[in-house]
C-alpha cells in the first residue's frame, strides 16, 4: 500500500489466520474491507487511491460478508451514541502457555514417504510458548461481547452505535468514513 490506513489494518487477523484472505485489507466493489472473523470494518475507497496492490476477494463468502453485515450496516439510519447501556469489566492480563501445536518443543516433523520435515512451529513463532488471551466478557445493551473487540471500536472517534431488537447479537458501529460490525458471543 502507497499509504497506510492503520485504522483498517487494526481489524485484521494476525498471519496465523487460516482464511489468507483476512490477514490484509482486500476489496469488495468500491469498498476496502478488513476483517479477522469476529469484526469488521469498512469504507469506501476507489481502487488505486491508496490500495492497489489489494486483492479484490469475491465468492460465497464475500457474498455473505456483504448481504449478511455490509448491506445492513449501510441501510441504518438510527445510529446512537456508544455507550448506551454497557457494562465493563475488570482488565485481565494474558497468561502465557505452552504452544498447543508443537507442544513447546519449537518445531513441527513432517513425514512424507520416506522424508522427515521440520519446520518451525508459525504458531509460537519457534518460541514454544503462546499468549493466551482469555474472552473477556463485557455487556452492550444485554448482549455479551469480548472485550477485546469493544476496545478497539471505543477507541474510534465520533463512535456511533447500532444494535437490532431482533438481532442483538450484532453491534454495528460507524465513526466518521468507517463502518462495521461486531459479532457477540453466546450467553
Known sequence: MNKKDYIIDNFTAD??????????PFF???????SNGHILIFRKEKKGDKF????????????????GYINKALAITDWHEFPVDFEAPEYQEATSRKCPDCNGFRELNFYSGSHEYTVTCKECNGEGETLQREIIR??????????????????????????????????????????????????
Open 15 to 24: 498471519e496465523s489466520e487460516v482464511r489468507e484472505y483476512l490477514t490484509r
Open 28 to 34: 469488495m466493489d468500491d469498498l476496502v474491507v478488513a
Open 52 to 67: 492497489e496492490e489489494l486483492k479484490t476477494v469475491s465468492g460465497s463468502t464475500v457474498k455473505q460478508i456483504r448481504n
Open 138 to 187: 463485557c455487556k452492550v445493551n444485554g448482549q455479551q461481547f469480548d472485550y477485546h473487540y469493544i476496545r478497539k471500536i471505543t477507541a474510534l472517534e465520533n463512535l456511533k452505535i447500532y444494535q437490532d431488537k431482533d438481532k442483538p447479537e450484532l453491534l454495528f458501529f460507524k465513526s466518521g468514513e468507517y463502518m462495521g460490525a461486531i459479532m457477540g458471543l453466546k450467553n
